[in-house]
């Protein structure tokens, strides 16, 4: 099906509560939904998009704080996200996308996370989907893919499952006849509820992890907001289970991302959370100057007659401002590394390069980003651990975040390849 044809098709409608999904609808008479009608115009460069995005982000992080103490999974916004065009920089011209580089992408990633780090997150399956779909898809699932990006659909994913070893995969994929049928339940569905599309990954029987997307809406998907972490609460990344769960032939990956080799999409997935961290810094530092200038007060022995004027909250402010500024220039250049990678043909040394510029930029985003959160609470007395302020978010954030990969980990794997030229594993976890 061409691009044209596919974008024209009908529109679907999208689920929008955060409640259980008790029961499921039933298979919808066409297997495939078409893209979501009402997007923007493609547009024509990264820049337009980047003009797109100064419009939105200020209304996104507009009530962030107060969206996230009173848990309120922000659908509107997401959705305005999708249809603004956000989730395509990557997309090449030749397919209608504005044809964005990695650094494009990481740089937005940033500016939203500065803003809601949760939406963000919950965003990432989108921008995985789109490198995997780069590397490996075929070119009807591109064409497929592509589309409905374009035309303003989201993904999410039905991400790892709990028990077991870690990254193990229990859940079954069978064929019955023309189509196939999933069983199983995942944990970590990113932006599940807000999605669309719901990607997994199962089991054949032969015991070969088999890659999928099928439509929220199918019947036996059950989409559970159950989700329960200390920070990044509006991520979405509940439970998802798949009860005998229809898979049309040609919603399978069979070329999907090998474990076996270096890949471009690893590497991306893994700099996302790094651009979420540089981002969480950023916020840190806009929640530190505000409380400065707006509830401060100087100690009792202070020389200044405002907070803005004591020498200690300046040095903090300096202090946080230079975590948030390194973090950013970091992931950004970690980025460059994957684009050089692709501009050299995804050249195994090339890739070994920016898995491990992603990992060392990994490691000191976290640092940074919890560095800056908690000396965002040294603007200000006691009255900066009001609740009303939801400052910790930035702290309870980034730590959620840093806990996706242990930051070891990449310490290890950059000391290695520093020390013995050993490249970090091919686990997807670099």
């Given at each position: 099906?061409?691009?044209?044809?596919?974008?024209?098709?009908?529109?679907?409608?999208?689920?929008?509560?955060?409640?259980?999904?008790?029961?499921?609808?039933?298979?919808?008479?066409?297997?495939?939904?078409?893209?979501?009608?009402?997007?923007?115009?493609?547009?024509?460069?990264?820049?337009?998009?980047?003009?797109r995005a100064a419009v939105l982000l200020p209304e996104i992080g507009r009530e962030a704080a107060e969206r996230e103490q009173a848990r309120e999974l922000p659908y509107a916004?997401?959705?305005?996200?999708?249809?603004?065009?956000?989730?395509?920089?990557?997309?090449?011209?030749?397919?209608?996308?504005?044809?964005?580089?990695?650094?494009?992408?990481?740089?937005?990633?940033?500016?939203?996370?500065?803003?809601?780090?949760?939406?963000?997150?919950?965003?990432?399956?989108?921008?995985?989907?789109?490198?995997?779909?780069?590397?490996?898809?075929?070119?009807?699932?591109?064409?497929?893919?592509?589309?409905?990006?374009?035309?303003?659909?989201?993904?999410?994913?039905?991400?790892?499952?709990?028990?077991?070893?870690?990254?193990?995969?229990?859940?079954?994929?069978?064929?019955?006849?023309?189509?196939?049928?999933?069983?199983?339940?995942?944990?970590?569905?990113?932006?599940?509820?807000?999605?669309?599309?719901?990607?997994?990954?199962?089991?054949?029987?032969?015991?070969?992890?088999?890659?999928?997307?099928?439509?929220?809406?199918?019947?036996?998907?059950?989409?559970?907001?159950?989700?329960?972490?200390?920070?990044?609460?509006?991520?979405?990344?509940?439970?998802?289970?798949?009860?005998?769960?229809?898979?049309?032939?040609?919603?399978?990956?069979?070329?999907?991302?090998?474990?076996?080799?270096?890949?471009?999409?690893?590497?991306?997935?893994?700099?996302?959370?790094?651009?979420?961290?540089?981002?969480?810094?950023?916020?840190?530092?806009?929640?530190?100057?505000?409380?400065?200038?707006?509830?401060?007060?100087?100690?009792?022995?202070?020389?200044?007659?405002?907070?803005?004027?004591?020498?200690?909250?300046?040095?903090?402010?300096?202090?946080?401002?230079?975590?948030?500024y390194a973090a950013e220039a970091t992931v950004l250049r970690a980025a460059d590394a994957i684009d050089a990678a692709w501009a050299d043909g995804l050249s195994n040394a090339a890739l070994t390069e920016a898995s491990v510029a992603v990992a060392q930029a990994q490691y000191f985003a976290v640092e940074a980003a919890l560095r800056?959160?908690?000396?965002?609470?040294?603007?200000?007395?006691?009255?900066?651990?009001?609740?009303?302020?939801?400052?910790?978010?930035?702290?309870?954030?980034?730590?959620?975040?840093?806990?996706?990969?242990?930051?070891?980990?990449?310490?290890?794997?950059?000391?290695?390849?520093?020390?013995?030229?050993?490249?970090?594993?091919?686990?997807?976890?670099?």
């Amino acid at each position: 099906m061409s691009l044209h044809t596919e974008a024209e098709r009908v529109n679907h409608a999208v689920a929008g509560t955060a409640s259980p999904i008790a029961e499921p609808s039933p298979i919808p008479s066409n297997p495939h939904p078409a893209p979501r009608r009402n997007s923007a115009p493609a547009a024509a460069d990264a820049a337009e998009l980047f003009a797109r995005a100064a419009v939105l982000l200020p209304e996104i992080g507009r009530e962030a704080a107060e969206r996230e103490q009173a848990r309120e999974l922000p659908y509107a916004l997401v959705r305005r996200i999708a249809e603004a065009g956000l989730l395509t920089f990557r997309i090449p011209k030749a397919y209608g996308g504005p044809g964005g580089s990695v650094h494009d992408v990481i740089r937005f990633v940033i500016d939203l996370s500065a803003v809601d780090s949760n939406i963000a997150q919950a965003l990432r399956p989108n921008f995985g989907t789109v490198e995997s779909l780069l590397f490996s898809g075929s070119e009807a699932e591109r064409q497929r893919g592509f589309a409905r990006l374009l035309a303003g659909d989201i993904f999410g994913n039905g991400g790892l499952e709990r028990g077991g070893a870690h990254g193990a995969v229990s859940a079954r994929i069978r064929r019955d006849g023309a189509q196939f049928r999933v069983t199983g339940t995942k944990y970590y569905s990113t932006g599940a509820l807000y999605a669309d599309w719901i990607s997994s990954i199962a089991l054949d029987d032969e015991g070969k992890e088999t890659a999928f997307t099928v439509p929220r809406e199918r019947a036996g998907v059950e989409l559970i907001d159950d989700f329960d972490t200390i920070g990044q609460r509006l991520t979405a990344s509940g439970t998802t289970r798949f009860h005998d769960t229809v898979v049309e032939a040609d919603e399978i990956r069979p070329n999907y991302i090998p474990r076996d080799r270096r890949n471009p999409v690893y590497p991306l997935f893994q700099l996302f959370l790094a651009a979420v961290e540089a981002g969480i810094a950023r916020n840190a530092l806009n929640d530190a100057v505000q409380f400065a200038q707006q509830h401060a007060r100087p100690i009792r022995h202070s020389s200044a007659g405002r907070s803005v004027d004591d020498p200690y909250v300046q040095e903090t402010v300096g202090q946080i401002a230079s975590q948030a500024y390194a973090a950013e220039a970091t992931v950004l250049r970690a980025a460059d590394a994957i684009d050089a990678a692709w501009a050299d043909g995804l050249s195994n040394a090339a890739l070994t390069e920016a898995s491990v510029a992603v990992a060392q930029a990994q490691y000191f985003a976290v640092e940074a980003a919890l560095r800056a959160s908690e000396l965002a609470f040294d603007v200000g007395g006691a009255s900066a651990t009001d609740r009303r302020h939801n400052i910790d978010r930035h702290w309870r954030n980034a730590r959620t975040v840093a806990n996706h990969n242990p930051r070891q980990w990449k310490a290890a794997a950059s000391g290695a390849w520093h020390l013995k030229a050993e490249g970090p594993p091919t686990t997807g976890s670099f």
